[in-house]
């Protein structure tokens, strides 16, 4: 029998589903500055790049089984892969591998990794209907509005309580990003984000399993057909997120409307975009850059007597592995991440290999880095002190590390990561090619160049 | 960047993901009473006849359009309807029928609607699969116990923070079901679990729209994705129920693991299910069955003068529209129950038709009714005093109405119903044969008498 119960009265909440929905069907095509839009194509150039790296990975693998398990129309492409599944389980599978390596690109105010549901669904949605690449920019951008902006308003309570995130808002925002291809009026983009509302995807415990990339994966999956639901008539309460018993206050006790509707249309999420340069996560990278930093002072490994490390607590409480067995345990290693960044200068994928991981060199040398906590340290700092078996000190202080806001990988740097993941897949001429198409997309007529150079010959 | 956060201690939460998985994988067929599989075969006789009476309503339609554009492989039956299309998306649909009428059934304890997720991705795997009468009923009996278990140890909180519980438990369940229907071991059920975890579906806050229904069949979906995932070596949290930020933890503050685990295997939580008898929101069932007891005591609609009606607060809280303007509306509409059981001693879905709750002689008979509110009279309970207009008064009171655990639908009474959704889908015949193929489905090869008569001419 149904029980009386309370809900938290809230009569300040905003009709924040109609607003976005707006926003979503009417805002002007292109309708923001030229860096905003060079921002969305960074985004999806490297959420492209992870997606084609990891292509071959295991969980990409597992996952296109089971959905061949469906005998699936091959509607469009497996990025990296030759294989085409309907378009609906291209975006779970893109999305999966996308977010794989733990590569992809970071709202660092939410920790909202936004390219992985909005772009594996966009991509998918837009191989199958010929959308031009300008449509497929704009509902980028404001997709990724939409999930950046409702993690805004939860974060961080929403994440602090086990939701990641990134699969939480992902749907929505890919619901809306999908709506806007789809070309749908104010109604049924309302409606498209009212039926995602109900679909949040992610729990942290699934950190360090397949479930993870899974997330963003089956975020994009559930905000495609959302869209496509909506399309078709289908209906869900037009407050679907800000009501007592809608989305956002069901899965967060924070929600802060302003931060979705200040300045909606004006401001846009995309624009605090980061990428990463190290495969690894973020609260690693002043450390792994610092040592880069030594690195290219000229500091040999050989050389090393110690090394001082202080960083923030949540650093070792996030990655304080002194003994990594192998590379995945060694991406929770800041002590690896030292090594890497004093012996290669850089810590992508293959510098987290099993083989690169249990090398001597490289075991011998992250048991010389003796880390201490100091709150003083910001999280994003890192404050390294190397001493040199001569006797010589060298101190390299990073306030914000080569990926951050403050530090961004510039476009050089992206298509050097971009090489680094899709080379071994597609072969430097093809990735080359891919580069091109993806500087190139908000002016092509559709998609089918980028289709065509990812996919291996 | 990552904040640092608190999460509860709970060193207490038993292996629910584990102890769950080996019950799923290793408890033997028809391993439980004749009483149990009984009510196993009524529960799956109830969501059948639901979903086919609902195959032709707009929900279901807009369902189908969306999922065509996947271009689907014919693998499953849509019931009650011509249509095949992949399993998953069989799945879907069949779970959206199930519950499209609010006539299907009701775990009491949790208010838990079991059957829509865990059996709508049954039939559609079984289907496909080829999978024995006697698996899939096993399977029902397994899963329904998953998903109960888990919504019993979560509940209330976690349905009066704002979850739709049928959707929310209902992945897990339909993952755990469709890992014992596909055979999967104890490590591979616990990795369709954990998967399954991560994918809670539906708000309340989308009560009497299109995507209320949707939460079983996307939770539907969504398991029997799961389980195909695990098949194929998709990993997930081995804790993913139970881990601090796993599902459970996440989505409510209560969280009694004795729920879970005390006597599994030995009592099953099918054998509480109910069916209800009308088409409507269980707490307006006490007043209408109270009301078709008049008429069965031979007072007639025209000798009414005057109904006085003591309920519980929560029954005009929830139901308490006055002046129905359609069926939509007349499903929260206590006084339209009563001059429906009044009138015609039933109130199916032909009772809620548009037709039916805009005729004269409804709307002045329901305008006689007198609803207060009386605390004293249990949720379940409902008093009505009759006067008629020579004076005479007429009492009922109705402790548990029809359809409760106290007082079940016998095996007649929800053959009638079944009747009474299916037979303007599929003619009586057929439905007599479907009836009697879903009685004998414990003993059946395989599903194919059931599909045959689903489908219509």
Redesign the interface.
Known sequence: ???????AADHQAPPVTRLLAEFVANHPSRGWSDAVDHEAHRTFLNWLGCAVGASGH??AI??L??VR?????P?ASIVGRADKV???SAALINGISSHTFDFDDTH?KT?IHPAGPVASALLALAEHTGASGRALIDALVIGIDVSCRIGNAMY?DH??????IT?STGTVGAAAACARLLGLNADQCQMAM??A??????????F????KP??PG?AAR?GL?SA??A???????P??LE?????M???STKNDWREVTEELGQRFEIALNTYKPFAC???VHPSIDACAQLRAQGVRAEEIARIDLRVH??VL??TGKKEPADGLQAKFSVYHGCAAGLLFGIAAEAEFSDAIVTRADVVALRRKVVAVVDDTVD??SADVLATLTDGRQIHVFVEHAIGSVQNPMTDAQLEAKFHGLSDPILGSAATSGLLAACWKLGTAPDVANVIRHATPA
């Open positions: 029998m149904a029980r009386n119960t309370q809900v295991d969980a597992a996952a089984a089971a398990m469906l005998q699936p129309a509607q309907d378009m609906a660092l920790i961080p994440y602090d309580r086990g939701w990641h699969g009212g039926i509302a109900s679909q949040p995807v992610g729990m942290r415990e699934q360090g399993t397949m479930t899974f997330h089956g559930a057909m496509l639901l399309q078709q008539g289908f209906t869900a309460s407050r679907a009501a007592p018993r809608g989305m206050q069901t899965i996560g973020i609260v607590s949540l409480e996030l999280e994003a």
